[in-house]
T-cell receptor, first 114, second 113 residues
Framework: KAGVTQTPRYLIKTRGQQVTLSCSPISGHRSVSWYQQTPGQGLQFLFEYFSETQRNKGNFPGRFSGRQFSNSRSEMNVSTLELGDSALYLC?????????????FGPGTRLLVL | AQSVSQHNHHVILSEAASLELGCNYSYGGTVNLFWYVQYPGQHLQLLLKYFSGDPLVKGIKGFEAEFIKSKFSFNLRKPSVQWSDTAEYFCAVNPTGGFKTIFGAGTRLFVKA
């Protein structure tokens, strides 16, 4: 079974631009979560989607948004990029996204904002 | 707000030394607890998890963790580390029935050969 895939793997943008990142979950997984990983901060929860619905959201500004499609693929968008948005963005999928389920992580998209 | 605290940001050990990484969480209800590991150049992957039953859980590669409810702790242990255990370790908590997993800041472990 193919793992979680994320595209693109690397991205360089300038301040003020916007970016869209994509995540394809493991086949059969309907829950997709997004995290921002930075040195010293660990993984910060962005949001979680299940069956095209956002069920939970972290403490990020409204510039960060996401969506999920009927095939469970998910995208996240960051508008008006700031230097502090430079990070590794990780996507994780699981079957139902509940409690004790293991999350399976993708390789991440490394975003650099100049 | 829920949070996870990992006591050490960096740990350096020699091979065969024993390992204990601390993890405390703040949440009053029942929780599911996880340790994930990120080896250099690899994806984050599950090391072990606790959701009910025996508070001492065993994971892959000889790791184990003990859930102590009264201390809100879920410390990771390994009796004898190997060079290949060099990685970053993340503790995480998910309230039972919730859809949001909170991760700690991570602990970078370096094992000297």
């Amino acid at each position: 079974k193919a793992g979680v895939t994320q595209t693109p793997r690397y991205l360089i943008k300038t301040r003020g631009q916007q970016v869209t990142l994509s995540c394809s979950p493991i086949s059969g997984h309907r829950s997709v979560s997004w995290y921002q990983q930075t040195p010293g901060q660990g993984l910060q929860f962005l949001f979680e989607y299940f069956s095209e619905t956002q069920r939970n959201k972290g403490n990020f500004p409204g510039r960060f948004s996401g969506r999920q499609f009927s095939n469970s693929r998910s995208e996240m968008n960051v508008s008006t990029l700031e230097l502090g948005d430079s990070a590794l963005y990780l996507c994780a999928s699981s079957t139902e996204g509940r409690g004790a389920e293991t999350q399976y992580f993708g390789p991440g998209t490394r975003l650099l904002v100049l | 707000a829920q949070s996870v605290s990992q006591h050490n940001h960096h740990v350096i050990l020699s091979e065969a030394a024993s390992l204990e990484l601390g993890c405390n969480y703040s949440y009053g209800g029942t929780v599911n607890l996880f340790w994930y590991v990120q080896y250099p150049g690899q994806h984050l992957q599950l090391l072990l998890k606790y959701f009910s039953g025996d508070p001492l859980v065993k994971g892959i590669k000889g790791f184990e963790a003990e859930f102590i409810k009264s201390k809100f702790s879920f410390n990771l242990r390994k009796p004898s580390v190997q060079w290949s255990d060099t990685a970053e370790y993340f503790c995480a908590v998910n309230p039972t029935g919730g859809f949001k997993t909170i991760f700690g800041a991570g602990t970078r472990l370096f094992v000297k050969a």
